[in-house]
């Protein structure tokens, strides 16, 4: 008998290797440059365990220096005010999703740091998932408080990562390829694909890459989910669509185009992992168990409660038909779905514990069915969770250790659950029946990872 539990945990841990910094990064990093030195600069959830692979892999002998963002509690050796040092490379902790002042004051010093490097130095950009409001510092007249406002309104609008970032790039200093517009050094960012379809400019709001997007589109995203933001951020996105403000870095960019010594270009952005080659690596892992693996897409989106409707009828066509593959198979997928919260219900969870719970309604207990969803950077949303393990037998224990929501006064597992999704508390439902997945900081971020097994 399967222990699917313990089977779709060990594939998570399959899909992180392959998106493990200290594992990637190593393959990765450049010769130091002869004549000069190396200034380390990142931001997200990865970018302490890249700046570790880096030491750990770096000539004691090459000057090395720098300065990266991370997520708080997921640097190492967490020390006073936060910060923490792996040796040569300073870590400081800030606050994700939504933006603050400690993220403020270091990207700062990492926008200096990059400012100081001249033509014969190496800046060093380790860039992941998260960046973009690691890396936060206000354009022109905007406050923090007011890039707090609008990204939360953001957050809760269920726009896609990509038209988040379009709109944070036109309020940034920094990112939309200013990075790389502010030395005059060999930039080379190495990068961990958190963004459906890979694009290096929306990955972290692309610091060091050409923008395609322009102020008029962030106007646009704006208007289309109905945000109306702080007048310092309509007042600085007005002027850029009238041209009264520079635009982000564009393709074609001589920042981009130009070559060092007439051959390498001087700034270079490499994706070193992505969501797909986690999905791969898990898909061995059930291979070599004898579990035919179905990679259903590495980018996935759309609201988490649809797409889990979706998965639900493949799944019950696989069980009752074994069409279009015989069982045993696991079904996995990766991306990034959205939740969309009505106004006045806070939430409990995030979009993996969604689209767990939507997809319990609608297998509604299909024996030899079993599934986890779990994001790869440990934290699903609101909570301190990964994700969940959702068991065949889910709605026949919901009614147990049930607290703090309306879904407590019901009987019935199916309703309870319904009411459960209704009110976006996933978090509470999963808590309720005790399959909770918690990780802790994975220091990696590549998406979702979800697995769906039919026995």
């Known amino acids: 008998m399967i222990n699917s539990r313990a089977l779709l945990l060990d594939s998570f841990r399959a899909a992180l290797s392959a998106a493990d910094p200290l594992l990637i990064v190593p393959h990765h990093l450049p010769q130091p440059p002869v004549n000069g030195k190396t200034i380390v600069i990142g931001a997200g959830k990865a970018a302490a ?55 403020e004051m270091a990207a700062k010093e990492i926008l200096s740091l990059t400012q100081s490097a001249g033509p014969n130095d190496l800046v060093l950009a380790l860039i ?48 939309g390829g200013r990075m790389a517009a502010a030395t005059s050094a060999r930039v080379l960012a190495l990068i961990i694909s958190d963004v459906t379809g890979d694009d290096p400019s929306s990955i972290a709001s692309g610091p060091t890459t050409p923008d395609p997007s322009t102020f008029q589109d962030a106007l646009d995203i704006l208007n289309r989910y109905k945000i109306t933001p702080p007048i310092s951020i309509a007042r600085h996105l007005s002027k850029g669509s009238r041209g009264e403000i520079a635009e982000t870095l564009k393709p074609g960019d001589p920042i981009f185009t130009d070559k060092v010594d007439g051959k390498q270009a001087r700034v270079e952005n490499h994706v070193i992992a992505t969501a797909y080659a986690s999905l791969a690596s898990a898909a061995a892992f059930f291979q070599q168990r004898g579990i035919a693996p179905m990679i259903l897409g590495d980018s996935v989106t759309g609201e988490a409660r649809e797409v889990a409707k979706v998965y639900a009828a493949l799944a019950k066509q696989i069980r009752a ?37 939507s997809l319990a309604i609608e297998l ?24 969940a393990y959702l068991p065949a037998d889910s709605l026949s224990r919901v009614g147990k250790n049930i607290q703090n929501t309306s879904a407590e006064k019901v009987s019935d597992g199916m309703t309870a659950a319904k009411t459960f999704l209704a009110e976006n508390d996933a978090y509470g439902f999963f808590a309720g029946i005790g399959e909770l997945i918690v990780t802790g900081p994975t220091r990696t971020n590549v998406n979702d990872y979800r697995v769906i097994l039919i026995e």
């Open 364 to 387: 509604d207990a299909l024996e030899g069915v079993s599934a986890l969803a779990c994001d790869t950077d440990g934290i699903d949303g609101s909570e301190n969770n990964a994700g």
């Open 128 to 175: 992941s998932g998260g960046g973009s409001s690691l890396l936060s510092l206000p354009a022109g007249d905007i406050t923090m408080a007011d890039l707090k406002a609008v990204t939360k309104a953001l957050l809760a609008s269920g726009a896609p990562i990509q038209e988040m970032n379009v709109v944070r790039k036109h309020l940034s200093a920094i990112q």
């Open 49 to 103: 365990s890249m700046a570790k692979a880096v030491e750990l892999h770096w000539p004691a002998d090459a000057p090395l220096e720098g300065l990266v963002i991370t997520r708080y509690a997921h640097g190492y050796e967490r020390g006073e005010e936060h910060n923490t040092a792996l040796g040569r490379i300073r870590v400081v902790e800030a606050g994700h999703p939504v933006p603050d002042n400690s993220g």
């Open 321 to 357: 038909h074994h069409h279009p593959i015989k069982p045993p198979v696991a079904l996995i997928s990766g991306g990034e779905c959205t939740v969309t919260l009505r106004d006045g219900i806070p939430g409990r969870g995030g979009r993996c514990t969604e689209f767990l719970l």
